[in-house]
């Protein structure tokens, strides 16, 4: 990472929201998107995740298919995070893609909004497929 991140913490000096709260820079985010990708390696080679971690990550759960260890699953292997008010993050390993997007939605979640931002991430993705 370029600078430093801030997680919410659930009460001062306390632990950290697990399922949520990470507020980091576009490039950063990228950056995460690029190791979760790239299966938990560093840009100088080293692995630092378990083997077989990001895909047992990226498996659908038994309560949810469409969610994995902290990812939501999409279409054609792709997966990623959202954040309240837009944030997300959208990981296509087939594509080689990383797309991130802060946002400042009017409101914390939107289906409206999601609808657009599903549309926006499906037609980037299409695109590179047709290249």
Same mark, same amino acid.
């Not at 709260?21 to 790239?38: E, H, I, K, Q, V």
């Not at 400042?104 to 939107?110: C, L, V």
């Not at 909004?113 to 290249?131: D, N, P």
């Given at each position: 990472?370029?600078?430093? %991140? ?5 009460? &001062?000096? /306390?632990? @950290? ?11 950063? #985010? ?25 895909? @047992?990550? *990226?498996? &659908?759960?038994?309560?949810? &298919? /469409? #969610? /994995? =260890? ?5 279409? /054609?292997?792709? #997966?990623?995070?959202?954040? $309240?008010?837009? =944030? ?10 990383? $797309?991130? *997007? ?5 409101? %914390?979640?939107?289906? @409206? ?5 599903? %549309? ?9 497929? @047709?290249?």
């Amino acid at each position: 990472m370029e600078h430093d %991140a801030h997680w919410l913490l659930l009460a &001062p000096s /306390g632990a @950290e929201h697990g399922d949520c709260c990470l507020s980091a820079t576009l490039r950063d #985010y990228g950056r995460l998107g690029l190791f979760a990708m790239r299966n938990g390696e560093l840009p100088d080679g080293r692995h630092v995740l378990p083997d077989g971690w990001m895909a @047992e990550s *990226t498996r &659908p759960s038994a309560a949810n &298919p /469409g #969610y /994995g =260890q902290l990812w939501w699953l999409g279409e /054609g292997g792709g #997966y990623g995070a959202r954040g $309240i008010f837009g =944030q997300a993050l959208w990981i296509n390993p087939g594509e080689d893609l990383v $797309i991130v *997007t802060l946002s400042a939605w009017p409101e %914390a979640t939107s289906s @409206e909004f999601v609808r657009h931002r599903a %549309a926006f991430f499906s037609a980037v993705t299409t695109a590179l497929g @047709e290249r």
